[in-house]
C-alpha cells in the first residue's frame, strides 16, 4: 500500500511541474522571452506529467497547433495506460 501511496504523491509532483512548465513557456511566449524546450515539457509528459500537461495545453491554449504535443500527448496516456495493465496482469501472473 505504501508504494501505491508513493506512486500517488509522484504523480501528482510530476503533474504540478508539468502543468507549471507549460505555464511558465506560455507566459514567456507572450513576453517574447527566451523559452522552455519543447523536450523538457515533452520529457515531463513522458515521466508521468501527461495529465499536467494536456490541462495546461487546454487551459493556456499553448502548444496545440503542434502535431508534437497534440497527438504526443495522447500517444503518451495511451502507452502509460498500456504499461500499467502490462505491470498489473505481470503481477497476477
Known sequence: MKILAAAAVYLA????VSFLLF???KKKAVKGR????????L????IGGEFGAFA?????????????FTVGI??????HIAAA????????L
Open 56 to 68: 495546461a495545453m487546454r487551459v493556456f491554449h499553448h502548444k496545440t497547433k503542434h502535431k508534437k
Open 74 to 79: 495522447p500517444v503518451i496516456f495511451i502507452f
Open 85 to 92: 495493465i502490462l505491470v498489473l496482469y505481470i503481477s497476477k
Open 43 to 46: 520529457t515531463t509528459a513522458l
Open 34 to 41: 527566451y523559452r522552455i524546450s519543447e523536450d523538457l515539457l
Open 23 to 25: 505555464a511558465a513557456d
Open 13 to 16: 509532483a510530476v503533474n504540478l
